[in-house]
């Protein structure tokens, strides 16, 4: 196929700068028609980004015989329904992160695309950001040595929702929980790829500062690979951002962050340096191309069904026992 003409499910913020215009910077890549229930909002889009087409009803994208293919870019609650809807009409899909709110939700996604012979593909765009490929060739190159464990510390505050007024990704029964889910994701499905699928994970989680129902603190071991120890805590009722992964080594240290773009940190004997990784102007673009390249037959895409899969059933394990909690109080 000489181009690949998409359609977006869902035109929410998300799609404005961070994805939509990937499918349209993508070389083999179109967008030709975007779908939002607020028909006045899909067409604003559609007028905005230059989009051919726009629907207020899902099956009507979906029945467009120009689109190729489709990005789901609704909240996770309906991941599931047009990820199995998409593939029954017999369209690729591309959906985003977290790529359901359970396992079982993923896993009910890839037997729709399985069965109906079409690919899926998952918004873990880290994998392909230029800034984690160069940490995945410092550790092919050596840098630290053997990697002996890794530690995962991320914080922030509540936020300053009105209550009553609380975003999508604070509440379970849209997100699968709170911003561990939305955020925390990122980090888990990024160490899959870095080390090898996460195993032996154990994890406790909590809601300490009472803002929302979701989880708000979560503490977490496993190992990533064969053989790396990890530890992380993500907590959202702190008094202080911090945002740091840190890959211990046999012969240094390797400093990122998950979502910023400052400079990498490697520590060695010889001292520290810094090494330069910033963020595409589109995030998406490099993982969005890498699924273009695999529809059309001359790439493959790192992100998929099956990989996002893991980090669902990691999320899944960790979450266990507040989810119990909350429907036993329920």
Not at 92 to 118: F, H, L, Q
Not at 182 to 205: N, W
Not at 260 to 273: K, N, V, Y
Not at 315 to 327: E, F, P
């Amino acid at each position: 196929m000489d181009e690949i003409r998409w359609g977006i499910i869902g035109v929410g913020d998300v799609t404005e700068v961070k994805s939509g215009p990937g499918f349209q910077q993508a070389e083999g890549s179109s967008l030709v028609a975007v779908m939002r229930r607020d028909g006045a909002k899909a067409q604003d889009y559609a007028r905005r980004h230059g989009v051919p087409r726009w629907y207020d009803d899902a099956d009507a994208l979906l029945a467009d015989p120009e689109v190729d293919a489709v990005y789901v870019a609704t909240p996770p609650d309906t991941h599931r329904h047009y990820a199995v809807r998409a593939a029954a009409a017999g369209k690729p899909v591309y959906v985003e992160k977290p790529m359901a709110r359970t396992a079982e939700e993923c896993r009910t996604m890839i037997r729709a695309c399985d069965a109906a012979g079409v690919p899926l593909f998952v918004a873990y765009y880290r994998r392909a950001m230029p800034r984690f490929r160069t940490v995945a060739t410092l550790l092919a190159d050596g840098a630290v040595g053997d990697v002996r464990a890794v530690t995962v510390r991320t914080t922030s505050g509540p936020g300053t929702w009105e209550h009553g007024h609380l975003p999508w990704r604070v509440l379970p029964e849209i997100a699968g929980g709170g911003l561990f889910v939305d955020l925390g994701s990122h980090t888990l499905d990024l160490l899959d790829h870095l080390l090898g699928p996460l195993g032996d994970v154990r994890g406790t989680a909590t809601n300490l500062g009472g803002h929302y129902p979701a989880e708000d603190t979560v503490t977490m071991t496993f190992r990533a690979g064969a053989e790396v120890e990890g530890t992380g805590l993500w907590c959202f009722a702190a008094h202080e951002r911090t945002d740091e992964v840190s890959l211990v080594g046999s012969r240094g240290t390797l400093r990122f962050s998950t979502f910023g773009d400052e400079p990498l940190r490697l520590t060695t004997a010889t001292g520290e340096r810094t090494i330069e990784a910033p963020k595409p102007a589109t995030v998406q673009l490099p993982l969005i191309q890498t699924v273009v390249d695999a529809l059309r037959g001359v790439g493959e895409c790192p992100s998929t069904g099956t990989t996002a899969l893991r980090t669902a059933e990691v999320v899944d394990t960790v979450l266990a026992g507040y989810r119990d909690r909350m429907s036993l109080g329920s």
